[in-house]
């Protein structure tokens, strides 16, 4: 699976366009199904509502994609939602932008612009994440070995993510994937092949991204 961009969690941001409130909700999917699901979920929540637009896209290479207007003009509410996410190399996530209409009518063109200005500033807002597939190895050395092994490590600028002591100390580290059989190389020669090395699981980490 490759790396991949989503927002950093859940989360909801309200911006408001002459006097028109317009609610922007954001949620991770995995699949249509629960997309469908949390768009449902909002619309019995906003039932009041004027609108209830959506927008979603899966896949690592979008290959689902779905934008609805739910009422508005067609082409000037789920489509710019969908564009901000495609803009931005969002993958897997969907939006609700409930807008509650306050008396003034924005024209096409306002509406596109409100309507991806909600999700724009509802990411730039909530955050953004890169998911990176990384390898779990924990590298084991005697406390004579240890402040040699753990200077090495830092210096390669290899993650360490938890350090255990017991009779001997554990680093537990985690690893690009590229990166598995020069860390082992690594390790082995900074410890004249001494160190036990223990290879774990395959993990997520989620690096925040900059606006």
């Given at each position: 699976?490759?790396?991949?961009?989503?927002?950093?969690?859940?989360?909801?941001?309200?911006?408001?366009?002459?006097?028109?409130?317009?609610i922007c909700h954001l949620r991770r999917v995995k699949s249509e199904e629960e997309a469908q699901s949390?768009?449902?979920?909002?619309?019995?929540?906003?039932?009041?509502?004027?609108?209830?637009?959506?927008?979603?896209?899966?896949?690592?290479?979008?290959?689902?994609?779905?934008?609805?207007?739910?009422?508005?003009?067609?082409?000037?509410?789920?489509?710019?939602?969908?564009?901000?996410?495609?803009?931005?190399?969002?993958?897997?996530?969907?939006?609700?932008?409930?807008?509650?209409?306050?008396g003034t009518k924005l024209g096409a063109g306002g509406l596109i612009r409100a309507y991806g200005g909600?999700?724009?500033?509802?990411?730039?807002?909530?955050?953004?994440?890169?998911?990176?597939?990384?390898?779990?190895?924990?590298?084991?050395?005697?406390?004579?070995?240890?402040?040699?092994?753990?200077?090495?490590?830092?210096?390669?600028?290899?993650?360490?993510?938890?350090?255990?002591?017991?009779?001997?100390?554990?680093?537990?580290?985690?690893?690009?994937?590229?990166?598995?059989?020069?860390?082992?190389?690594?390790?082995?020669?900074?410890?004249?092949?001494?160190?036990?090395?223990?290879?774990?699981?395959?993990?997520w980490i989620e690096i925040p991204i900059d606006k």
């Amino acid at each position: 699976m490759e790396d991949y961009r989503t927002i950093r969690e859940n989360g909801v941001h309200e911006i408001e366009i002459k006097k028109s409130r317009f609610i922007c909700h954001l949620r991770r999917v995995k699949s249509e199904e629960e997309a469908q699901s949390f768009i449902e979920e909002i619309k019995k929540e906003h039932w009041k509502a004027t609108h209830n637009c959506s927008a979603y896209t899966i896949g690592m290479n979008d290959e689902i994609q779905r934008a609805h207007d739910d009422g508005e003009p067609s082409g000037t509410a789920g489509v710019p939602m969908l564009e901000i996410f495609l803009k931005r190399e969002l993958k897997n996530v969907a939006a609700v932008v409930t807008r509650y209409f306050g008396g003034t009518k924005l024209g096409a063109g306002g509406l596109i612009r409100a309507y991806g200005g909600a999700v724009n500033d509802a990411v730039n807002y909530i955050g953004v994440v890169e998911r990176q597939l990384q390898q779990l190895i924990d590298v084991t050395v005697t406390y004579s070995q240890s402040g040699r092994v753990e200077n090495a490590l830092r210096e390669a600028n290899y993650m360490i993510q938890d350090t255990v002591y017991t009779e001997n100390i554990t680093y537990q580290c985690v690893i690009p994937l590229e990166n598995k059989e020069k860390f082992i190389e690594d390790v082995t020669n900074w410890t004249s092949a001494q160190a036990e090395i223990e290879i774990g699981q395959q993990a997520w980490i989620e690096i925040p991204i900059d606006k």
